[in-house]
């Protein structure tokens, strides 16, 4: 709450900075659609620490949507204030892998197939330099962004095999669907070798994933009188695993590339 506050209020500083570089300025509102493809950024040191050994994991985006209301503010000739709201839904696919024993010798190889869809809402807060003041031209923005995830849906095919210290081993195979962004209890439901029968394993009791996140976010396009073309990338600076989940020691941020149209209604 704290976080979205301080956002707030520096987007209320950046409006009344605007507002106070020309007597009138101009402000130009318009809508844009256009599709999207989303990963997880996991740095190294989580592929080294997690688990304690051997952890891997593969991201493979997939297309989805985006759109929303923009906003131009004019500080210069040449400068503006980017900003607007934008909802965007964003799908992407997962594998991951580890291999690790516990302290009783017990090895565990453990692999799942994951599928992401979430809904974010954003707010982005950019400059943007104009390369020309003729009504065709290039620009480029680069600024921060906002985002919460309004909710989500992981699908998941995982399966796990445990070799005790007299090699005797057993498979673990699961799958379900689970909300990573809702308060209550997370199961997974799994069957043991070929066994048929289905059992609950409480996995967790909370949020796996953080909806708030603050990112960098760069932009490149091209104005068409009252067109636009641009393609637009957010990278995550805030790690969103929830540590009483995941641990303390794994970290992954959010990425979000983006090719959109828009429309300048004024």
């Not at 759109?67 to 040449?78: F, T």
């Not at 960098?216 to 009252?226: C, T, W």
Request: aromatic share 14%.
């Amino acid at each position: 709450m704290k976080k979205t506050t301080i956002i707030l209020l520096s987007i209320m500083s950046l409006f009344f900075c605007a507002t106070a570089q020309e007597d009138e300025p101009k402000v130009a509102v318009g809508v844009r659609v256009g599709i999207n493809g989303s990963s997880l950024l996991i740095p190294r040191s989580t592929f080294e620490s997690a688990y304690s050994t051997n952890y891997n994991s593969e991201q493979a985006m997939k297309v989805g949507a985006v759109a929303g209301l923009d906003i131009d503010i004019k500080l210069k000739e040449k400068l503006s204030l980017q900003t607007g709201l934008f909802y965007s839904w964003q799908r992407f696919g997962q594998e991951q892998g580890a291999v690790f024993t516990d302290t009783n010798n017990v090895r565990y190889s453990i692999g799942s197939v994951n599928q992401y869809t979430v809904h974010h809402l954003r707010l982005p807060v950019m400059v943007k330099y104009h390369f020309s003041t003729n009504p065709n031209h290039f620009v480029i923005a680069a600024g921060l962004y906002a985002d919460y995830a309004l909710s989500g849906e992981i699908t998941y095919d995982a399966s796990a095999v445990l070799t005790q210290e007299n090699n005797q081993s057993t498979k673990y195979f699961g799958n379900g669907t689970l909300n990573p962004y809702k308060a209550e209890k997370q199961s997974l439901y799994y069957h043991i070798g070929n066994d048929e029968y289905i059992s609950q394993y409480d996995l967790f009791n909370g949020k796996m994933l953080k909806n708030f996140d603050l990112g960098a976010a760069i932009e490149l396009g091209y104005q068409i009188s009252k067109f636009y073309i641009g393609v637009h990338a957010d990278f995550g600076l805030l790690n969103i695993a929830r540590p009483e989940f995941f641990g303390d020691s794994f970290v992954q941020r959010n990425f979000n590339l983006q090719l959109a149209v828009g429309y300048r209604i004024n």
